[in-house]
C-alpha cells in the first residue's frame, strides 16, 4: 500500500511540475511576441503642441496598499486632432502646457518622446 501511495505522489508530483513549466513557457512566449510586436510598429514624427495634463492616482496591482501614479499629456496635432498619451513622469513634469515640439510615437499612441523645438 506504501509503494502505491509514493507511485502516485511522485506521478501527481511530476504532473505538477510539467503544468507550472508549460505555464512558464506560455508566460514567456506571450511576453516576446508582445515585444515583437512593438518592434514591428510604425513609428511617427509629427509636429505638436502640449495642450493639456493630468493624473491619475490608483492602487497598484501588485501592491494595493500603495497608490500608483500615471501621467497623462494631451498633444495636438498640426491638423488639429488631439491625442492623450500615457507619459513617464519625468516628461510630464518637463511638459508644459503650449510648448511646442516633434512628438515621437509608435503604433496609435505609444509615447516615445517629445522634443521641444
Known sequence: MNEAIRLA???LGGGMLAILLLM???KLTAGVHTEE???RE????IQATVKGKRTLVEGDPDHPELPRTRYFVTFQKQDGLRVEMEVPGEDYGLAAEGD???LVYAGASRFIVFKRL
Open 37 to 39: 510586436k512593438q518592434g
Open 100 to 102: 511646442e515640439g516633434i
Open 42 to 45: 510604425p513609428v511617427y514624427n
Open 9 to 11: 505522489l511522485t506521478m
Open 24 to 26: 512558464l513557457v506560455a
